[in-house]
Structures are given as C-alpha cells and as structure tokens.
C-alpha cells in the first residue's frame, strides 16, 4: 500500500478560539502541526503518496506544503463545498482508484496503535473496507454481528458486547470508486451501510485513543508518548 488520504476539511469548532484564523490540520502539535504528525506516522510506515483535502483555511494548508517539504508527494484537494468524510474520500478518485486499496484517516485522531496490524488484517480478509474500532464510551456507536461485519449505527448510552467506538482510521478498497456517486456532502459510513457491502471492524483492544479535536484533549496527548 503506497497510498493515504488525510481528512482535514473539518471547521474545527471544538477548538475555537485557534481554529477562528487557522484550519484544524495546523493547530500546534507534538513540536509541529496535527497534520504533521500524521503524515510522520504514514511515513513511518511507508507511505509514498498522501492526499489531503481541505475546505477551512484551504489556502493556509496549500501554502504550508509549499513551504515545507515532507519527503512524500502530498496532494491538497481544496473542497469548494465541504463533503464529509464520505464525498472527501470519493472526490479523491483521480487520486486513489488506482490503487487497489487505501488508508484514510482523520488529521485528529492520536493513537500509538500499530496501523501495520490494521494492513496484514486488510491483506488477509481483503474486505470493501476494515475499521479500526474499539471497546470505549462515545455517543455513536458501530454495531457489528458475531462474525465482526458492520450492521448499522446506534445512539445508546449502554455499551452493549456488540457495540464499539470508530477511531478514525480505515482502509477501504478502490470499489468505492465503481458506484459513481454525485458529488456531493457524505458520511463514510453512510456509504457504507448504503452498499451493504462487507465492510468489518478490526478491535485495537487497548491502544491509547485521544480526539485531538477537543481543545482539553491537546495537553493529554502533548504528554502522552508517541
């Protein structure tokens, strides 16, 4: 896999004051930026290619990969009209859908789980997509059959043994691309649940989880370690 796109169009609303003159892919992060930090961590495990689209502040983020040069070939899609997880991921298709399957993630998710494991999982089941989930509290949950397939969405405030956290990080096949959708505002996982494909989930069981778009959750993972 040489390929990754970072979702990075978001307005970043959960970190107000900083996001009100600056996208949520640049706030400070770790001795760098958010979206820095990400594309180290694709580096790391060698990724060629990184496409990002952008929507707030879009011409900040394509003047920071102008001025700084990443050892990778990044690919800004600045998105007239913001399009969600799901139309970021399908309006990059001259980008992706010559690979046969991708990773996407979010530009604030920060985890020390090893995406490497997530790959060999994808490699090995070869589904439409593989999430990397997880037994924690949120307010949306994924429900998943016995077998790990994807079965729906759940607003519950009981965690359920069926019912896991999405953490962001997914790999999904280059069919995505065969359904022409419009293009337009989508959730990823309403495309999924809409094709009914087999879409799975992969448990990162303990691994550290922090949602760097909430400004209390910053200093937590600042001292948390790589």
Known sequence: MNKAMI??????????PITDSTPKALVPFKNGTMISYQ???LKS??????????????ERLIKYFQEIDF???IVVIAEEDILGTGGGVLNAKEYLQSEDYFLVLNV???TNFNIELLIREYESTKPFALLAVQKRKTSR??????NFHLKGRVKSDVMEENYFAFNGMHIISNDIFSANYKNDYKDILDVYLEEK?????FDVLDSVFIDLGKTE???QAEESGD
């Open 108 to 110: 604030d998710v920060f």
């Open 39 to 41: 594309i180290e961590k």
């Open 45 to 58: 495990i060698g990724i060629k290619e990184i496409i990002v689209n952008a929507h707030h502040f879009s």
């Open 217 to 219: 959750n910053l200093k």
């Open 197 to 201: 494909k087999h879409v799975k989930g």
């Open 141 to 146: 949950y994924l429900e998943f059959d016995s």
């Open 7 to 16: 979702l990075a169009a978001g307005y970043g609303t959960r970190l107000k």
């Open 71 to 73: 050892g990778v070939k």
